[in-house]
């Protein structure tokens, strides 16, 4: 039911706004990279199939796109439904039991933020602010994007814990930096509550070095001569 101007809106949010490369959006999609660059410049829109295919491969992002899947009204009449089916004895049960399958974390308490797309743009906003580089904004955005997208776009205390999963050293360290700073810069100014939470939740990781030189001592150059003199 979208139009070719919608759909080619979608491609360009994952591209532009939430930084995606064109070989990433296309992996998603199952076409080539020159096929991506057709539908951002215009020249060719995504068939539905291959939108299709892109928001089976990451949902939560898609849907912070436009167009939203859901108007307001339409949001605003299902907590309608489930307030009066919260209030009906018959069906109270099965609804608690529904929203706990479908919630993140169930209907249990936990620390949460739910991130959405202006808040990608807030925290590019800040780092610009703070005079950080052009090329570094935008790695810190793929690195941020690519952990919400993991974790379905919901931080909390227990999916933070995920940047300790990532196996790469490198990506995992530069992963939780850049997350300390979006909790710093966005959700403090958010949701200044949760979070101080969601910051002590995890820690950064330093990376490993690679070698450890050291200046030999006057014993161990004494040993290496005694050595070199015997052969």
Not at 39 to 49: I, K, N, V
Not at 91 to 102: A, N, T, V, Y
Request: positive net charge; hydrophobic residues 40%.
């Amino acid at each position: 039911m979208l139009t070719d101007e919608q759909r080619r809106g979608i491609v360009a949010c994952l591209r532009n706004k939430l930084g995606f490369s064109l070989s990433d959006i296309a992996r998603a999609a199952g076409v080539n990279p020159s096929t991506v660059h057709a539908w951002l410049t215009g020249r060719a829109a995504p068939q539905a199939d291959k939108l299709e295919r892109l928001y089976s491969a990451m949902p939560e992002t898609v849907e912070r796109c436009p167009p939203a899947p859901f108007g307001e009204l339409e949001v605003m009449q299902a907590l309608s439904v489930i307030d009066k089916a919260l209030k009906t004895v018959a069906l109270r049960d099965r609804l608690i039991e529904g929203l706990s399958k479908i919630l993140p974390g169930g209907l249990k308490r936990e620390v949460t933020y739910r991130a959405e797309l202006e808040d990608v743009g807030l925290f590019r906003s800040k780092l610009a602010a703070e005079g950080v580089s052009r090329d570094t904004v935008s790695y810190y955005v793929q690195y941020l994007v690519k952990f919400l997208d993991e974790v379905g776009w919901v931080p909390s205390t227990e999916t933070l814990q995920r940047v300790y999963t990532i196996r790469q050293p490198r990506v995992m360290g530069k992963t939780a930096v850049v997350l300390k700073r979006f909790v710093d810069t966005v959700v403090k100014v958010k949701d200044p509550q949760i979070a101080p939470l969601l910051y002590d939740a995890f820690k950064t990781v330093q990376s490993r070095q690679k070698n450890n030189f050291h200046i030999p001592t006057l014993e161990e150059v004494k040993k290496v001569w005694e050595e070199a003199h015997k052969t």
